[in-house]
């Protein structure tokens, strides 16, 4: 049964960074797109970065410039950088992994940001 773990959430004030981490357990055969979304209270979720098998790489404008999504096959392993972190970043975070006609989410980790 595969599994995804996500870690690296916390409280940080504004400006902030923070190194988000995803890992996968179990036998995936073929990685596709791996990406990281968020929702945040009340509102519905969102797409924040999502990162082909080849590494290309695309952003929900809000995080352009500020976050990085990097990925490790070898690890089954998806990262993001988070920097200059705003309060409207704050979120529970959710990395997502796609292998073939499956998508596989993680539980989540929570992101705070304070002003």
């Known amino acids: 049964q595969v599994q995804l773990v996500e870690s690296g959430g916390g409280l940080v004030q504004a400006g902030g960074s923070l190194r988000l981490s995803c890992a996968a357990s179990g036998r995936i055969f073929s990685i596709n797109a791996m990406a990281w979304y968020r929702q945040a209270p009340g509102k519905q979720r969102e797409l924040v970065a999502t990162i082909t098998r080849g590494g290309i790489t695309n952003y929900a404008d809000s995080v352009k410039g500020r976050f990085t999504i990097s990925r490790d096959d070898a690890k089954k392993s998806v990262m993001m950088q988070m920097n200059s972190l705003r309060p409207e970043d704050t979120a529970v975070y959710y990395c997502?992994?796609?292998?073939?006609?499956?998508?596989?989410w993680g539980k989540g980790t929570l992101v705070t940001v304070s002003s």
């Open positions: 997502n992994i796609v292998s073939g006609p499956i998508n596989y």
